[in-house]
Nanobody, 125 residues
């Protein structure tokens, strides 16, 4: 499985960005895809994840109500719509994938087997 993240950039607080994760290489419908982020000096943390087949989602409390994860099956892409961005959302954002297991939505990055390169998101105050 190959993942390609894109869509990062610089935005003012309160603004929006949409990240994309293009997935290729396997039957993507068998996979769960997650977004994680890592700020300088901090550990990688869970942001959101979605089970491609079925659509179950899970969000970190810090982004719930502001971020939305979804799939675009026609483009084999997982989207992360980020609204009401805050300076503390500044980080490198990564998408990751793993085979779906009983429909569970995994939050621990150690449970993901495939990773894309990161995309920088910077939110200015």
């Amino acid at each position: 499985v190959q993942l390609q993240a894109s869509g990062g950039g610089l935005v003012q607080a309160g603004g929006s960005l949409r990240l994309s994760c293009a997935v290729s290489g396997r039957t993507f419908s068998d996979y769960t895809v997650g977004w994680f982020r890592q700020a300088p000096g901090k550990e990688r943390e869970f942001v959101a994840a979605i089970v491609w087949s079925g659509g179950s989602t899970n969000y970190a409390d810090s982004v719930k109500g502001r971020f939305t994860i979804s799939t675009d099956t026609s483009k084999n892409t997982v989207l992360l719509q980020m609204n009401s961005l805050k300076p503390e959302d500044t980080a490198v954002y990564y998408c990751a994938a793993r085979r779906t297991y009983y429909g569970l939505v995994w939050r621990n990055p150690n449970n993901y087997d495939y990773w894309g390169q990161g995309t920088q998101v910077t939110v200015s105050s």
